[in-house]
């Protein structure tokens, strides 16, 4: 008899949707057979059985979400129901039998109708009888709630929790209404999806990092030269190389000369990574998400260019796997396509720099002593200054600058 | 009447059984006494104490070893009209005469279309604690609370022991009257002149809003205990005296929980198809939607209890226990003062 508990299946996971059972209670499990589908904040994984058995208990209902490290199901050998999950009633013995009752079968009896409840309407939301009907009559949306009683039961306590909180805003909102609205239903109500509510903690953490920028013209014109020729080498593979992937290699080679930068602050200690992997921000309907070209340093420019292609399509199908979106060591945002001169990014944790690339445009210079015209382009660095000091991150901004300038040795 | 004071005294739990019976026995000439050691012994825990002196080998019969044949014969003498209390010596020995409480006295009156009443009351001690081992320290009244046709009383308070016992020996059905071994030295305010207790009827001994406990008989002692205790860390517990066993007083029992949304039961029988679990039942059918917690129980041991003092008292409940229980269940729902 073991139970399977939700596991950790990305690092930034706190808890995941137990999506749907592809096993039901009684079916014959083998090790390594897939008992459900769990949505975390970034994919859809497979719940493996770690053990072979009789699926004896499934202890949520689809759609709930799970924190990691609590029971979903129970394996057992056997029949369902021959056997207790774990034998809350310790054999009364004269040594322990001071005590006996209070490990009494109480606990058991009254407790375990819920959890094995099949039907997604019924144990869905483990609850005393009283926060049950508290939640009723108070109109409390117990999807809202988190239970602090024993194994997460809601109490009455959550309940009365609930209602405080509930009353708050209506406060606020009531202060809200003082202030001069043109009319009615003047906000549209959105609730966040997953994908927004991961960005939106992740980037509030990253607030925290204490953090700088560093601002670089860069002058193009060599590379969008060198773009032109390589694609029109490339049409008849049906290959078309962006700027961007340009600048995704440039960015990966240069962080191969600067091992300082392709790093993490670690609390006591600094992590060099070894692999150069390129996050690249994409914005999709849904939010965005930073797909992760592996050793970017060592790709090919047109592997890069299929590869962010592929991406790019998966991410705005929400096709993205874990994998796809793990491992990142620096990342690249540009904002070029939509005219944006310069920005600055926000740091990706546990990365310690971001790239933010503005769009190329032409500007009047003054070059061998005469008036001419070169494409410019703003690219500014966000580092976290834990990991890495100003000089630091000016030497690798200079080399990027460098190589961005002289854009053949991208090639060598 | 021997209560001739208005002022209430305080008097033993013994006392207070001695001086109803001594009252009943002057008041109706059809109620007599009937057992083992109780005339010229005057009962092997003294309750009976003078009686044969007062009131004669007629109304205070002394019988052989014989519960099966006793408890007959006062079956017997109820059916024809008298009153007859029977003291079995401890409820143990009420095994012997099961048969005769159980498949006669408990249903003659319905058998025969209620041509017959058993007026009759049988007294006995349970309870362990004295170190008198495994076969004569058992709780088993919960077998005679499940029988239709019995009542069972047990007084928790000389005051009760008193009120109850007179009710007991007035009722026309046969009554199982539970005493406690460890009850009989107890003090307690008994009120003057006659006092008749309403059967059936659980009592609120002490008003409170977070928790209720459920005892009776010697198991009040150590609820009240725990709740004054949890009184002084700012918990309010309300305590139930069940004080009838059958029939059950199910709505007082519910009425508390309702209002506090936490129960615990505390009982000195053994946990599995106890008092408890029959009030844990009535709970869950009566304020299931008032529950904050599971309700609790706290029993003795399911061993035959030792005869050594330390595994006897490992076995039996205590405050302690009940204390515990107490705390868990108001941490298993987030209460804070």
């Given at each position: 008899m073991s139970e399977v508990t939700m596991p950790r299946l990305s690092d930034t996971m706190e808890e995941g949707e137990l999506?749907?059972?592809l096993k039901q209670v009684g079916d014959v499990v083998v090790?390594?057979?897939?008992?459900a589908e769990i949505e975390t904040d970034k994919a859809t994984m497979d719940l493996e059985a770690f053990e072979s058995g009789v699926l004896h208990e499934q202890l949520v209902s689809e759609g709930t979400m799970v924190p990691i490290g609590q029971p979903v199901a129970v394996i057992g050998q056997g029949k369902p129901g021959t056997a207790k999950p774990e034998a809350k009633v310790p054999a009364p013995d004269v040594a322990d039998s001071a005590e006996p009752e209070s490990d009494a079968p109480t606990s058991e009896v009254a407790e375990s109708p819920e959890p094995v409840a099949p039907s997604p309407t019924v144990g869905k939301h483990r609850m005393s009888p009283l926060a049950r009907k508290l939640a009723h009559d108070n109109g409390i949306d117990l999807d809202s709630l988190t239970g602090t009683g024993p194994d997460g039961r809601i109490v009455r306590a959550d309940i009365d929790a609930a209602i405080s909180a509930k009353s708050e805003p209506e406060v606020a909102t009531s202060e809200a209404d003082k202030t001069p609205t043109s009319g009615g239903d003047e906000a549209e109500l959105i609730p966040l999806n997953k994908i927004r509510k991961v960005t939106a903690r992740r980037l509030t953490e990253s607030q925290e990092v204490p953090h700088f920028f560093l601002t670089n013209m860069v002058d193009v014109d060599r590379l969008i030269a060198l773009r032109a020729d390589v694609n029109s080498g490339l049409t008849e593979q049906g290959i078309k190389v962006s700027l961007n992937d340009f600048i995704v290699k440039a960015v990966a080679i240069t962080l191969r000369q600067h091992p300082e930068a392709n790093a993490s602050y670690n609390g006591d200690s600094i992590l060099r990574h070894r692999r150069v992997n390129v996050g690249i921000a994409v914005a999709t309907d849904a939010g965005l998400v930073v797909p992760v070209v592996n050793d970017a340093d060592v790709k090919s420019l047109s592997a890069i260019g299929t590869e962010v292609v592929a991406l790019a399509g998966a991410a705005r199908d929400g096709n993205l796997t874990l994998d796809q979106m793990s491992g990142g060591t620096f990342s690249v945002s540009n904002l070029g396509m939509f005219g944006i001169d310069e920005f600055t990014a926000m740091l990706n944790?546990?990365?310690a720099g971001i790239l933010a690339v503005g769009a190329a445009s032409p500007e009047i210079v003054l070059r061998d002593g005469e008036v001419t015209e070169v494409q410019k382009m703003k690219i500014t660095l966000t580092v976290d200054h834990r990991a890495m000091d100003g000089a630091t991150a000016a030497a690798f901004l200079r080399d990027l600058k460098e190589i961005l300038q002289q854009p053949l040795r991208i090639l060598v | 009447m021997t209560d001739s004071t208005p002022e209430p005294r305080v008097i033993t739990y013994r006392q207070a059984l001695n001086e109803t019976l001594r009252a009943e026995l002057e008041r109706d000439e059809d109620v007599f006494l009937i057992g083992e050691e109780i005339g010229i012994f005057q009962?092997?825990?003294?309750?009976?104490?003078?009686l044969i002196e007062d009131f004669g080998p007629k109304r205070v019969i002394d019988t052989p070893i014989s519960e099966e044949g006793f408890v007959g014969a006062a079956i017997g003498a109820a059916m024809l009209g008298l009153r007859p209390v029977v003291e079995i010596m401890t409820l143990n020995f009420s095994l012997i005469a099961i048969d005769q409480i159980v498949n006669h006295a408990a249903k003659m009156h319905a058998m025969f279309g209620g041509q017959v009443k058993v007026p009759m009351v049988i007294r006995f001690p349970g309870g362990g604690g004295?170190?008198?081992?495994a076969s004569h320290s058992q709780n088993l009244e919960v077998w005679y609370a499940h029988i239709p046709g019995l009542k069972v009383l047990a007084p928790s308070t000389p005051a009760e022991a008193k009120s109850m016992l007179t009710a007991a020996i007035r009722d026309d059905d046969p009554v199982i009257f539970l005493e406690n071994l460890a009850l009989y030295n107890m003090k307690g305010e008994v009120p003057a002149g006659e006092q008749v207790a309403e059967i059936g009827k659980a009592a609120v001994v002490k008003a409170g809003t977070d928790l209720t406990i459920v005892s009776y008989s010697r198991g009040m002692v150590t609820a009240l205990e725990v709740a004054d205790e949890f009184e002084q860390q700012g918990v309010s517990v309300e305590v139930v005296d069940l004080r009838s066993l059958r029939p059950l007083d199910r709505e007082t029992i519910c009425a508390s929980v309702r209002k506090t949304s936490r129960a615990v039961v505390f009982e000195d029988d053994m946990l599995s198809y106890g008092i408890g679990a029959e009030i844990s039942a009535t709970i869950s059918e009566g304020a299931f939607d008032y529950l904050d917690a599971p309700v609790r129980r706290v029993a003795a041991a399911e061993v035959p209890l030792p005869y050594s003092k330390p595994l006897e008292t490992a076995a039996m409940p205590h405050a302690a226990d009940l204390s515990r229980v107490v705390r868990e269940t108001l941490d298993a729902t987030q209460f804070t003062k």
């Open positions: 999506a749907r059972w090790k390594g057979d897939v008992l944790p546990p990365e | 009962g092997s825990y003294k309750i009976t104490a003078g004295q170190q008198l081992a």
